[in-house]
């Protein structure tokens, strides 16, 4: 082999497409990280994977990259809705219908002690 030729390195490994593959997943499992929808104790995983493939003579070698990600999954968002009928019709609402809504109109909402409105 000749001196001068470029040894094989992370760096260079598919042209530089290993560490554009790497730089890539790692924003991915950055943000997922900084999503509040998510867990934030949870593990993330970063895999990269690169795959060698010699001929039968041994002396050339197919290389594939791979770069994958396990990211934590979103949160489940918990609610409680209402279940009635309306005209005959199966209906769920967001707010209780047996309990009364309060309704405030500009002079009757409470005040706080500073004498500011309270948003209701």
């Given at each position: 082999?000749?001196?001068?030729?470029?040894?094989?390195?992370l760096?260079?490994?598919?042209?530089?497409?290993?560490?554009e593959?790497?730089?890539?997943?790692?924003?991915?499992?950055l943000?997922?990280?900084?999503?509040?929808?998510?867990d934030?104790?949870?593990?993330?995983?970063?895999?990269?994977?690169?795959?060698?493939?010699?001929?039968?003579?041994?002396?050339?070698v197919a290389?594939d990259?791979?770069?994958k990600?396990?990211?934590?999954?979103?949160?489940?968002a918990?609610?409680t809705?209402?279940?009635?009928?309306?005209?005959?019709?199966t209906?769920?609402?967001?707010?209780?219908?047996?309990?009364?809504?309060?309704?405030?109109?500009?002079?009757?909402?409470?005040?706080?002690?500073?004498?500011?409105?309270?948003?209701?």
């Amino acid at each position: 082999m000749d001196q001068d030729q470029e040894e094989l390195t992370l760096t260079n490994l598919g042209n530089g497409g290993a560490v554009e593959l790497f730089e890539e997943e790692l924003g991915k499992l950055l943000e997922n990280i900084l999503d509040p929808n998510t867990d934030p104790k949870a593990k993330r995983k970063l895999s990269l994977e690169v795959t060698f493939a010699p001929n039968s003579d041994r002396n050339e070698v197919a290389i594939d990259v791979a770069c994958k990600s396990k990211l934590a999954p979103m949160v489940s968002a918990a609610a409680t809705v209402f279940v009635g009928r309306r005209h005959g019709r199966t209906i769920a609402v967001t707010h209780d219908p047996r309990q009364l809504q309060i309704q405030w109109d500009d002079e009757s909402k409470p005040r706080s002690v500073d004498g500011s409105r309270k948003e209701a």
